[in-house]
């Protein structure tokens, strides 16, 4: 295995001791909240001796389906003995959810340490509270010696701060409309800009058979080496037992992936290709590989908690993502009543979220999040209206899921979605009861 070699330690001061007092810190740190851009990230990145890991990199990318696409290449690296740094976002309930070396989340004591050694560098540059976290796990992958980092990008990607780092894979799961107001109008510019993350002379996954030309077009013009899914590798099987058929050669036999839903199959495979690519350096063998897709989780994807009401938490929050959930429900079928618990936040286009799921839900409860950039639940009701449909309540978490649940008979399910934050709220909720 390659093994990087960590940065020679060093003690930096604490500007605070609690992980809470960084975190509330760096929210304000710096003028906005998202500034796009890699020169002070990078800058910064290079004091710190992290933007030339001396091991494989692979960065994901994409609309919907990179954080599955991550878990499934966590989980088939892990099962094949690698020390695997992964870097996700957003969190659920704990910051430390987006750190993870070996499987195991950053503890609050190690999060404090690379926050103080990414706080002593940046000197005078200031950073965004995602650039900060996206350092702080870059210099504790260094530090870890993790054999491979598998990084998430989280807005974009050619001006995303993981993008400082150059992959030996790039892997983009999916290209829709969501981020507009920073990625452009159509699947063109947002292709375009996800597709920054590719690197001339090494390979680039790119994981739906509808590919934008701009993604092909920025591929030719770099030299990226471009496998595109139903061209360069395929899958088959649509029940129980698949196959994979790659540039490498076929894997056989593999079984269910761990998540539900319809593209899980398209996820898995992207994960496989970008595995077939590396395969010289990072040797998987196809019995690891089986075994990473069967144990894959994440949560928030169509999360199932069975009972006599089942529970279904989704993080959907754009048109492609509530489409899928309306599939995975439909393929879901329950014998009595579909309730949803729905809140999004401002920037998603709400018609285009909710009509997916307007003929799969009997009762809507719409959650106030406590949260500046959440939508009213009054401007919900009207669009929900407008189709004809008038929901059961509105108000806070507590008073909303206690009145879901008391509405709910055996048989029925409970779906919550819109929103990550709908979803912890959910998470929390379940937990406390």
């Known amino acids: 295995m390659t093994t990087t070699q960590p940065p020679a330690r060093q003690a930096a001061p604490r500007r ?14 710096h003028p906005s909240a998202i500034d796009l851009g890699l020169e002070r990230v990078r800058r910064v990145g290079e004091r710190l001796g992290v933007v030339a890991p001396g091991c494989p990199v692979i960065t994901v990318a994409g609309t919907n389906g990179k954080g599955s696409c991550v878990a499934y290449l966590e989980a088939m690296l892990g099962a094949a003995g ?22 195991r989340e950053a503890s609050d004591d190690e999060l404090v340490e690379a926050f103080a050694r990414v706080d002593a560098a940046r000197a005078e540059d200031s950073l965004t509270y995602f650039e900060f976290g996206t350092l702080a796990a ?7 010696g993790c054999d491979v980092w598998v990084l998430e990008v989280g807005l974009g990607g050619r001006l995303d701060a993981v993008n400082i780092v150059d992959p030996d894979v790039a892997i983009v799961t999916a290209v829709g409309l969501d981020h507009t107001d920073w990625l452009g109008a159509d699947r063109d510019s947002i292709g375009f800009e996800k597709a920054g993350i590719f690197r001339g002379g090494r390979v680039a996954v790119y994981a739906e058979p509808d590919l934008p030309g701009s993604v092909r077009a920025h591929a030719d013009a770099i030299g990226a080496e471009l496998w595109l899914a139903g061209r360069d590798y395929r899958w088959h099987g649509d029940d129980g037992r698949w196959r994979f058929s790659g540039k490498a050669g076929d894997i056989a036999d593999l079984p269910p992936p761990g998540l539900i ?15 077939q690519a590396l395969q010289a350096r990072l040797p998987v063998t196809a019995a690891a590989m089986a075994a990473g897709i069967a144990a894959a989780r994440v949560p928030g994807r169509f999360q199932v908690f069975p009972g006599q009401v089942e529970w279904i938490l989704d993080v959907a929050h754009n048109r492609d993502s509530a489409q899928e959930l309306a599939g995975s429900l439909a393929a879901r079928p329950c014998p009595g ?9 401002r920037r998603k286009e709400l018609n285009e979220v909710i009509e997916p799921l307007a003929a799969r839900i009997d009762g809507w409860w719409l959650l106030e999040l406590p949260d500046a950039d959440a939508r009213p639940s009054a401007e919900v009701a009207e669009a929900l209206r407008h189709r004809g449909v008038q929901p059961v309540d509105a108000g806070p978490a507590e008073f909303v899921f206690a009145a879901v649940e008391r509405s709910a008979r055996p048989g029925d399910r409970i779906v919550v979605f819109g929103s990550f934050r709908t979803v912890e709220e959910a998470l929390r909720h379940r937990g406390e009861r």
């Open 16 to 29: 605070f001791a609690r992980l809470a007092d960084w975190l509330d810190w760096q929210q304000g740190l």
């Open 82 to 103: 690698y020390r695997v740094g992964t870097y996700t976002s957003p969190h659920l309930l704990r910051y430390n959810e987006r750190i993870r070396v070996g499987g």
């Open 138 to 144: 870059f210099d504790l992958f260094a530090r870890a």
């Open 261 to 275: 839903g319809g593209h899980q199959r398209q996820n898995a495979a992207a994960a496989l290709a970008a595995l």
């Open 337 to 345: 009543r579909t309730l949803a618990v729905f809140a999004q936040l």
